[in-house]
């Protein structure tokens, strides 16, 4: 390590044990488990729901997914009270924050300290999730925020979820990780000045999948969302509405019969005619039904069935009787009696 | 001797405590650890990797964190 880092690390270090110090001075009650407790009352609402309705098979599941919420938040709650009667923990000193900051080189790809920003960066290996390649990760801590309940680290980096942009990872949303069993031991070790510690949960968190609790699987990872059905279609089998741009799967949208793009439900209709599926934009109203028509159905903005009653009616009108207004071919009277 | 020992299982434990002289890694892993596997953690001792049978003495910092650390989303 050149001298220009040691000193660059040893003035980082004294900063964050200034802050450490004023974190101590300033530490709260423990909190208490109030999203686990929420989610548990979510899955106690769904599984009465789902009683209710006699749903069998998805009852087991959703009772076992009670279990693990209640699981949570009972381990919660008993990590709360240990805060209790746990004596003031001593920060780390200036010496063991200096070296937590040396060791990071070592274990991560890349390690930086900026005391502009008070910043500690460390880069993560590329992660790969159950064959989803993530890419690697940037865990950003802000040492002027360890002050705070939360927000003194983020998450950056990683390639999004298609059907989510701010979910760059199952865990991780606009940069926030959720920390789930994580949560405990990185309070502890943040509170504590254990900087090297809290880095390695974090990463080893980032490396763990856990499917019953993301916010988008990895099996839909690459796919998206259909504007019509709701269903999700992966990239390969997934297309879009050429009017609009929502996504659509295999099973949904349709092709124009006029112009062959691809329109989604909202911006097709079938002819009134043939019943053909066309864009909206190849559709167009008859002046005296007002139904819209594709190209084939209709000329001169009258439908095929229109222009054949108008030629039916001049065979039987009688001689020098003028066509009533609702056969005038002009759009501004038709819009008149409409 | 004493040592720092350090648990990132859980709530997260951090104390001194005391340990024959002669202990190693495995030893003060299967006794600190009882129904865990050593391949299911990173096992650190003075923030670098270590052997299972490598000697601890004085003052040593040795971490465990688990391998698998399940996130979730939040309610």
């Given at each position: 390590?050149?001298?220009?880092?040691?000193?660059?690390?040893?003035?980082?270090?004294?900063?964050?044990?200034?802050?450490?110090?004023?974190?101590?001075?300033?530490?709260?009650?423990?909190?208490?488990?109030?999203?686990?407790?929420?989610?548990?009352?979510?899955?106690?609402?769904?599984?009465?729901?789902?009683?209710?309705?006699?749903?069998?098979?998805?009852?087991?599941?959703?009772?076992?997914?009670?279990?693990?919420?209640?699981?949570?938040?009972?381990?919660?709650?008993?990590?709360?009270?240990?805060?209790?009667?746990?004596?003031?923990?001593?920060?780390?000193?200036?010496?063991?924050?200096?070296?937590?900051?040396?060791?990071?080189?070592?274990?991560?790809?890349?390690?930086?300290?900026?005391?502009?920003?008070?910043?500690?960066?460390?880069?993560?290996?590329?992660?790969?999730?159950?064959?989803?390649?993530?890419?690697?990760?940037?865990?950003?801590?802000?040492?002027?925020?360890?002050?705070?309940?939360?927000?003194?680290?983020?998450?950056?980096?990683?390639?999004?979820?298609?059907?989510?942009?701010?979910?760059?990872?199952?865990?991780?949303?606009?940069?926030?990780?959720?920390?789930?069993?994580?949560?405990?031991?990185?309070?502890?070790?943040?509170?504590?000045?254990?900087?090297?510690d809290?880095?390695v949960i974090?990463?080893r968190?980032?490396?763990?999948?856990?499917?019953?609790?993301?916010?988008?699987?990895?099996?839909?990872?690459?796919?998206?969302?259909?504007?019509?059905?709701?269903?999700?279609?992966?990239?390969?089998?997934?297309?879009?509405?050429?009017?609009?741009?929502?996504?659509?799967?295999?099973?949904?949208?349709?092709?124009?019969?006029?112009?062959?793009?691809?329109?989604?439900?909202?911006?097709?209709?079938?002819?009134?005619?043939?019943?053909?599926?066309?864009?909206?934009?190849?559709?167009?109203?008859?002046?005296?039904?007002?139904?819209?028509?594709?190209?084939?159905?209709?000329?001169?903005?009258?439908?095929?069935?229109?222009?054949?009653?108008?030629?039916?009616?001049?065979?039987?009108?009688?001689?020098?009787?003028?066509?009533?207004?609702?056969?005038?071919?002009?759009?501004?009277?038709?819009?008149?009696?409409? | 001797?004493?040592?720092?020992?350090?648990?990132n299982d859980?709530?997260?434990?951090?104390?001194?405590?005391?340990?024959?002289?002669?202990?190693?890694?495995?030893?003060?892993?299967?006794?600190?650890?009882?129904?865990?596997?050593?391949?299911?953690y990173l096992?650190?001792?003075?923030?670098?990797?270590?052997?299972?049978?490598?000697?601890?003495?004085?003052?040593?910092?040795?971490s465990i964190t688990p391998?698998?650390?399940?996130?979730?989303?939040?309610?």
């Amino acid at each position: 390590m050149t001298r220009d880092r040691i000193a660059l690390l040893w003035r980082a270090a004294v900063r964050i044990r200034e802050q450490l110090e004023q974190a101590r001075a300033a530490e709260e009650p423990p909190e208490l488990p109030r999203a686990a407790w929420r989610g548990c009352r979510r899955m106690d609402r769904l599984q009465r729901r789902v009683q209710r309705r006699g749903w069998q098979r998805a009852h087991g599941r959703v009772r076992d997914r009670l279990r693990r919420a209640i699981d949570d938040c009972r381990r919660q709650l008993e990590y709360s009270a240990e805060d209790l009667v746990r004596p003031p923990r001593r920060p780390a000193s200036t010496g063991e924050i200096f070296q937590d900051l040396a060791a990071l080189d070592e274990e991560f790809c890349e390690a930086k300290v900026c005391l502009r920003e008070t910043e500690v960066v460390v880069l993560t290996e590329p992660i790969v999730l159950e064959g989803v390649h993530l890419g690697p990760f940037h865990i950003v801590l802000d040492w002027s925020r360890l002050t705070a309940r939360s927000g003194a680290y983020s998450i950056v980096g990683g390639s999004p979820a298609s059907s989510d942009d701010d979910v760059m990872h199952p865990h991780v949303r606009e940069g926030t990780l959720c920390e789930g069993e994580a949560g405990p031991a990185l309070k502890a070790s943040l509170a504590a000045g254990r900087l090297f510690d809290f880095f390695v949960i974090v990463a080893r968190t980032l490396a763990t999948y856990n499917a019953e609790n993301a916010f988008v699987e990895l099996s839909r990872w690459h796919g998206v969302t259909c504007g019509d059905c709701g269903g999700f279609a992966a990239d390969d089998y997934a297309s879009s509405c050429e009017r609009c741009e929502c996504d659509l799967c295999d099973d949904c949208g349709i092709s124009c019969e006029d112009c062959g793009h691809t329109a989604c439900a909202d911006c097709s209709a079938p002819c009134a005619g043939c019943q053909d599926s066309c864009c909206g934009a190849c559709l167009s109203r008859c002046v005296r039904c007002t139904h819209r028509y594709c190209e084939r159905c209709q000329t001169d903005e009258t439908c095929n069935s229109c222009r054949a009653e108008i030629a039916a009616q001049k065979l039987t009108a009688p001689a020098g009787v003028a066509p009533t207004a609702a056969d005038a071919l002009c759009v501004g009277e038709v819009g008149l009696h409409a | 001797m004493q040592v720092l020992y350090i648990n990132n299982d859980g709530g997260g434990f951090a104390d001194h405590i005391h340990i024959a002289d002669g202990t190693t890694v495995r030893q003060l892993f299967a006794t600190q650890v009882p129904h865990g596997k050593p391949q299911d953690y990173l096992i650190r001792v003075n923030r670098q990797p270590a052997s299972a049978d490598q000697g601890l003495v004085e003052g040593d910092r040795v971490s465990i964190t688990p391998t698998k650390i399940e996130g979730a989303q939040l309610a």
